[in-house]
């Protein structure tokens, strides 16, 4: 006779989803503790260099919870969860390949344009930008600022500012778009108020 697998609190996992089923939604977190080293590990040697694991773990998690009324008691929770991890693996490369064939075709011509756009700029406009960027990164917390730093003046490869900070490469990578994308917008910001004022 097959044991039934516990969680780390010592509960029988399908004890614990019928109490979740129930109401008793913290019951979950056992769930998540139990399943969540196993999965993360699984995921980090399925998914590319790419791909976030920690977030892709916590989408899993979410969806079995919200998919937890369809599960068969008394079935292989542990294979139940991983082939809902599978799914969001499989639609996650889908997406990425996506973005990847959309800047295959179209990043050039866009990167030439504004390029041509930047280079056609008076000096004076490209300081004012050089002016506003420093602004915005004063504007941004010591935390933040630091991963500039590392990256584009100390020029530290990500694999260090993932050490450095205990965060994955993928996890650096998203930070450092998310940090460009918001000097952009605060630069641009600034450019339109002085614009609007003359």
């Given at each position: ?11 029988p ?28 590990a ?8 790419a791909?976030?694991v920690?977030?892709?773990a ?5 969806a079995?919870?919200?998919k937890?009324?369809e599960f ?6 542990a294979?139940?969860?991983f082939?809902?991890?599978?799914f969001q693996?499989?639609t996650?490369?889908t997406?990425l390949?996506r ?5 295959a075709r ?5 990167l ?10 008076p000096?004076?406009?490209?300081q004012?930008?050089?002016?506003h ?5 004063n ?15 100390d ?5 260090e500012m993932?050490t ?5 490469v993928?996890a650096?990578?998203?930070q450092?778009w ?6 952009h917008?605060?630069i ?11």
């Amino acid at each position: 006779m097959m044991a039934k697998q516990t969680t780390s609190d010592d509960f029988p996992t399908n004890d614990v989803i019928l109490r979740v089923l129930r109401g008793e939604t913290p019951a979950f977190e056992s769930i998540v503790r139990r399943f969540e080293r196993p999965l993360r590990a699984w995921l980090a040697t399925q998914a590319p260099p790419a791909v976030d694991v920690d977030e892709l773990a916590q989408r899993t998690f979410v969806a079995a919870y919200s998919k937890l009324g369809e599960f068969e008691q008394h079935s292989d929770f542990a294979a139940w969860l991983f082939t809902i991890a599978r799914f969001q693996l499989k639609t996650e490369l889908t997406r990425l390949r996506r973005v990847a064939d959309y800047h295959a075709r179209f990043a050039p011509d866009l990167l030439q344009r504004e390029l041509d756009r930047r280079s056609s700029e008076p000096p004076e406009l490209q300081q004012q930008r050089l002016d506003h960027l420093s602004d915005c990164l004063n504007l941004l917390a010591e935390h933040l600022r630091r991963y500039i730093t590392w990256r584009y003046e100390d020029e530290i490869p990500l694999e260090e500012m993932a050490t450095r900070s205990g965060r994955s490469v993928s996890a650096v990578k998203k930070q450092l778009w998310q940090l460009r994308r918001r000097l952009h917008e605060c630069i641009e910001s600034h450019m339109a108020a002085e614009g609007g004022a003359t």
